[in-house]
């Protein structure tokens, strides 16, 4: 079955750039039909989506972050990633990947095991 | 930005016991809504899509209902290991989640 890993830094200084990779098994991203995503849980609150990418590189992204998110996809290496610029200490969580069949309604139906990023000088 | 409110924010309930949790979006969504159970520590785990669909495996205790702007999770019976925090999300345009709510046994 598919499966996400997401894997990156755990530590990133306030104003740099946070950069997380997410790698899926047991499934092609260029097979179509699925929307990747990412989405962060900051420490002891709820969910935030952060957007999503489709296999052909088109992207959308929350408002709310759109303009330091950058989201692309390397089908080659069946995996997806996140960069997100000028962080501070708010963006301290935890990041997960995420699965959304694109056709059918069905939200995100699979997710990786999430990741801590903390930021901190 | 359509936002999506859920209440109770916390409630206890005991073994058994009928639990409803409500979700309401600020604009309507037709059924663009799912709801997530997530265990203390563990990843979210989707329960139900589509509004009122279970996603497979998910108990049957657990149903929802709803469209437009109100919907409903609700669980039959409550069990021990229901316990935990529930999360809406809409899914049409912007991807937005509820604000939680958490559930403990009485």
């Known amino acids: 079955q598919v499966q996400l890993q997401e894997s990156g830094p755990g530590l990133v200084k306030p104003s740099q750039t946070l950069s997380l990779t997410c790698t899926v098994s047991?499934?092609?991203?260029?097979?179509?039909?699925?929307?990747w995503s990412w989405i962060r849980q900051h420490p002891g609150k709820g969910l935030e989506w952060i957007g999503y990418?489709?296999?052909?590189?088109?992207?959308y992204y929350n408002p709310s972050l759109k303009s330091r998110v950058t989201i692309s996809v390397d089908t080659s290496k069946n995996q997806f990633s996140l960069k997100l610029s000028s962080v501070t200490a708010a963006d301290t969580a935890v990041y997960y990947c995420a699965r959304e069949p694109a056709l059918g309604g069905r939200a995100f139906d699979i997710w990786g095991q999430g990741t801590m990023v903390t930021v901190s000088s | 930005d359509i936002q999506m409110t859920q209440s109770p924010s916390s409630l206890s309930a005991s073994v058994g016991d009928r639990v409803t949790i409500t979700c309401r979006a600020s604009q309507g969504i037709s059924n663009y809504l799912a709801w997530y159970q997530q265990k203390p520590g563990k990843v979210p785990k989707l329960l139900i899509y589509a509004a009122s669909t279970l996603q497979s495996g998910v108990p049957s205790r657990f149903s929802g209902s709803g469209s437009g702007t109100d919907f409903t999770l609700t669980i039959s019976s409550l069990q021990p290991e229901d316990v935990a925090t529930y999360y809406c999300?809409?899914?049409?345009?912007?991807?937005?989640f509820g604000q939680g709510t958490k559930l403990e046994i009485k």
């Open positions: 047991g499934g092609s991203i260029s097979s179509g039909g699925y929307y």
């Open positions: 990418i489709y296999y052909s590189g088109s992207t």
């Open positions: 999300q809409k899914y049409n345009s912007a991807r937005t």
